[in-house]
Each structure stands twice: as structure tokens, then as C-alpha cells.
Nanobody, 114 residues
Framework: VQLQASGGGLVQPGGSLTLTCAAS????????MGWYRQAPGKQRELVAT???????NYADSVRGRFTISRDNAKNTVYLQMNSLKYEDTAVYYC?????????WGQGTLVTVSS
């Protein structure tokens, strides 16, 4: 499956963005869909995941500000990001995972700056 992430851009602190991950295949087949991010000079880290059953998990740093959701009919995963902070600046990657299969999108850059 191919994953196409979009929606990144420049936003001021306190602003909002919605990232979209469009999959070329059926995401229902994947146990976990997720968003990760990598800031300059740092390792890639988990942002949020959503299981096939709808359960979600968030990094402590984004919990209460970000919301992950999935639309299985559209094979799309979203990341609604509110109250953005400078430290949210990073390249955001979409991930699709199931046993023995792990796919990554190309990343979309989010820059939080005044």
C-alpha cells in the first residue's frame, strides 16, 4: 500500500492544522494506523495511533490537543492538530502496520512559527 500525507504548512502558535493520509489500499486490513513525527536533529517519535477497532493512543505531549481519526470507506486517516506549539514543528509521517507489514508515507512538514 502507498501512503500519501498532506496538509502540512506554516502556522502560528495556537493555530490549527489537519493532516490527511490517503492510502492506496484498504486500511481496514491494517491493525494500526498512526502518525509519527521527526523534528530536526531528533529521532522519529510516535504522535498518535488508531486501531482497527477505533481505540486511540497519544503521546503525552499532544494528548488533549491532537485527534486522530480514520475513515475506512475513504481509506484515509486524519490528524487534527489544535493549539499548536513551537515544539510541534516537525515532518509528520503516516504509518500503516499489520503483522509482517509496515508502510510509511513520504512525510509532510509542519512549521509552527510566528
Amino acid at each position: 500500500v502507498q501512503l500519501q500525507a498532506s496538509g502540512g504548512g506554516l502556522v502560528q502558535p495556537g493555530g490549527s492544522l489537519t493532516l490527511t493520509c490517503a492510502a492506496s489500499g484498504n486500511i481496514v486490513n491494517f491493525n494500526v494506523m498512526g502518525w509519527y513525527r521527526q523534528a530536526p536533529g531528533k529521532q522519529r517519535e510516535l504522535v498518535a495511533t488508531i486501531l482497527s477497532g477505533g481505540s486511540t493512543n497519544y503521546a503525552d505531549s499532544v494528548r488533549g490537543r491532537f485527534t486522530i481519526s480514520r475513515d475506512n470507506a475513504k481509506n484515509t486517516v486524519y490528524l487534527q492538530m489544535n493549539s499548536l506549539k513551537y515544539e510541534d514543528t516537525a515532518v509528520y509521517y503516516c504509518n500503516a502496520f499489520k503483522y509482517l507489514e509496515d508502510y510509511w508515507g513520504q512525510g509532510t512538514l509542519v512549521t509552527v512559527s510566528s
